[in-house]
């Protein structure tokens, strides 16, 4: 199963409210895409802290300051913005982060763009379009 599918099954179990099978597979996805696989050669930007198992995608840009990991997963065309801290956090394809992050267990779905700053936050799916803190599509787990 590729990791799209396994994600879409993540987001169809935690849908359903059976959280403890919810956690299973995504510490099952983070086994599986991170700590087996964990590429941290390819991206654009200074250089970032990481502790490892990091998985970075193809076109990461990832800004100054930044810490990721440990057991991150960071997909395609991503933009992680200065200052940021992700650590237990899955990062979809095609998301944009704002600056003065700190994600802990997170989950950001592909093609979400978060124009803000100073936001810190765990155990949530991220998702949508979000100019300022007000607009942020968030769903706790």
Excluded at 44 to 72: A, Q, R, T
Excluded at 97 to 102: D, T, V
Excluded at 127 to 136: P, Q, R
């Amino acid at each position: 199963m590729n990791k799209k599918k396994e994600f879409e099954a993540i987001l169809s179990i935690k849908e359903k409210g059976n959280l403890s099978e919810f956690h299973s597979y995504l510490e099952g996805f983070l086994g599986k895409f991170v700590k087996q696989n964990h590429y941290i050669d390819n991206y654009i930007g200074d250089y970032p802290s990481f502790i490892e198992p990091v998985f970075l995608g193809n076109n990461v840009e990832i800004g100054d300051d930044v810490l990721l990991g440990p057991n991150v997963f960071i997909g395609d065309n991503c933009k992680i913005g200065d200052f940021n801290e992700l650590s237990n956090s899955i990062i979809l394809d095609n998301v944009v982060l704002g600056s003065l992050f700190k994600l802990k267990n997170c989950i950001v779905v592909s093609n979400t763009l978060l124009n803000i700053e100073n936001l810190s936050i765990e155990n949530c799916i991220l998702s949508g379009v979000a100019n300022s803190k007000e607009e942020l599509d968030i769903k706790y787990y």
